[in-house]
């Protein structure tokens, strides 16, 4: 199936079934491919959301998701955004191996894996592991999670570690990105300022592969904005990813709060593998007090007129002041001042977001319709991410806020059982974009249906009210 093939469904009865035919499409035998085509190889915080789908269908297949991911992990606790498939097609993705570590440059670092990392998702998708394991009853699968948790705990622990100072030298608690690419929101808003600031020097020439998956080429990033993307890279390959000279030197140093929020989630569900896998007390102190600090740090990237946290520039010394869905990401992260929930929610039903009328489904669009560099198209710069859409609709069940998240999933399921497992979709129209059979997209759909059939909630019950207060 494509993006571009309506999904029949009565109601929503077919999507697991469809979902699930998604992933063994992408299987790959111990880890799945993002997408068929345009995504040949794993990436990281992906494979923390495919295992969420995963749990749903075969424990020990994600269990292996996960499993395959950290055999990759760098001696310095780093999770590469890549891990390259050896057997892909040459030249099937650009920058592929090639441009990163497969001729050993980097100390530590196993070959075919990238120099980047991606946001924490990983301890959450272990844990839903274990969440549906017990649902399930079976005393003998229960038994194998709690065996990998024991096995994948210090992985993680050593991944949080690295996250929490590598990436934090100033103990702020908030994760220091060295690209774009490392938030999983390349092409936003978010970082047109830092972006605009970098001076492109001499580096070899290249040849984008991603254009030739897509018909319309403005789905996809400038090649202004790859000239930079290439340049950030070329730079960290000269440090040989020295983190103390990336800290100091390095053209792009953003602090994330999306990705900074995920990790204090992601410490809070460590604490709780901690206490399965019996932890010392010492590392459950630490864990904690991380997501403490976490917290702390997100706090101070609060603006008041924008109603959203907003990441910072290391570099300029300013905060990134830009109207995206990333802004909301401290719901995710739990314990925030209940005021600023309040004004966080007023601030998802104005017209910058869901209150836009112009809307085709009230689903969170990327970047907010009001921004300048608003486009409908523009993968990060518009479009509706369901794996976005599914960060939210956790947030705001965690926040009691169960009809907010109930007209998210059902509107998210619809807009899937018409326009297929699409990586994104147009906001106005509803239409599918990006790749077609994307994997997260299959893995929420799972996680979500599987939500519904605990629930009494009706598909299809709720219809979208507009607000568009300020």
Not at 231 to 258: G, M, S
Not at 445 to 460: A, E, I, K, M, S
Request: hydrophobic letters at 35%; proline letters at 7%; charged letters at 25%.
């Amino acid at each position: 199936m494509t993006a571009e093939r309506k999904v029949e469904t009565e109601g929503f009865r077919s999507l697991p079934e469809q979902a699930a035919a998604v992933l063994r499409l992408n299987d790959m035998g111990g880890w799945t491919k993002a997408a068929p085509a345009l995504y040949p190889h794993q990436w990281s915080w992906d494979s923390g959301f495919i295992s969420i789908g995963l749990a749903h269908l075969d424990s020990g297949r994600a269990i292996n998701e996960l499993r395959t991911l950290f055999d990759k992990q760098w001696d310095s606790g780093k999770v590469p955004h890549i891990v390259f498939n050896p057997e892909a097609p040459p030249n099937s993705y650009f920058p592929g191996p090639e441009h990163w570590t497969n001729t050993g440059d980097f100390p530590g670092a196993p070959p075919y894996t990238s120099a980047l990392c991606q946001p924490p998702i990983h301890a959450v998708g272990a844990w839903r592991i274990r969440e549906l394991a017990l649902e399930r009853g079976d005393g003998a699968e229960i038994g194998e999670v709690d065996s990998f948790l024991a096995e994948l705990y210090p992985k993680l622990l050593a991944w949080h570690r690295y996250l929490l100072t590598e990436r934090d030298p100033q103990g702020s608690g908030l994760v220091t990105i060295y690209h774009p690419w490392e938030s999983g929101t390349d092409n936003s808003p978010r970082w047109d300022a830092a972006m605009d600031a970098i001076e492109v020097g001499e580096m070899p020439g290249f040849r984008r592969r991603d254009l030739s998956h897509v018909e319309d080429v403005s789905e996809r990033p400038t090649d202004g904005e790859y000239q930079r993307y290439i340049w950030l890279v070329e730079k960290i390959k000269r440090t040989r990813c020295h983190e103390e000279e990336l800290q100091k030197t390095h053209p792009f140093r953003v602090k994330d709060v999306l990705m900074s929020a995920i990790l204090v989630r992601a410490n809070e569900v460590l604490l709780r593998i901690a206490e399965v896998v019996g932890a010392p007390q010492s590392e459950r102190a630490e864990i904690s007090r991380r997501a403490e600090l976490g917290r702390a740090g997100l706090e101070l990237c609060w603006d008041e007129e924008y109603g959203l946290y907003l990441d910072y520039d290391v570099v300029s010394e300013k905060p990134l002041r830009s109207r995206t869905v990333a802004g909301f990401g401290p719901l995710f992260a739990g314990g925030t001042d209940e005021g600023r929930v309040r004004r966080m929610l007023a601030t998802m039903d104005s017209r910058h977001f869901l209150g836009d009328e112009r809307l085709a489904r009230p689903l969170p669009p990327s970047t907010s319709p009001s921004e300048a560099r608003f486009h409908p198209r523009s993968y990060w710069r518009g479009p509706v991410w369901p794996v976005v859409s599914w960060l939210l609709w956790r947030s705001l069940l965690d926040l009691g806020e169960k009809s907010r998240a109930d007209r998210i999933l059902n509107e998210s399921l619809e807009q899937i059982s018409t326009g297929g497992f699409a990586e994104y979709f147009e906001p106005f129209t509803g239409g599918p974009l990006g790749s077609g059979d994307q994997s997260w997209t299959a893995a929420v759909v799972l996680d979500w249906c599987d939500h519904l059939r605990h629930t009494t909630f009706q598909p299809g019950s709720l219809r979208a009210g507009r607000r568009s207060e300020s």
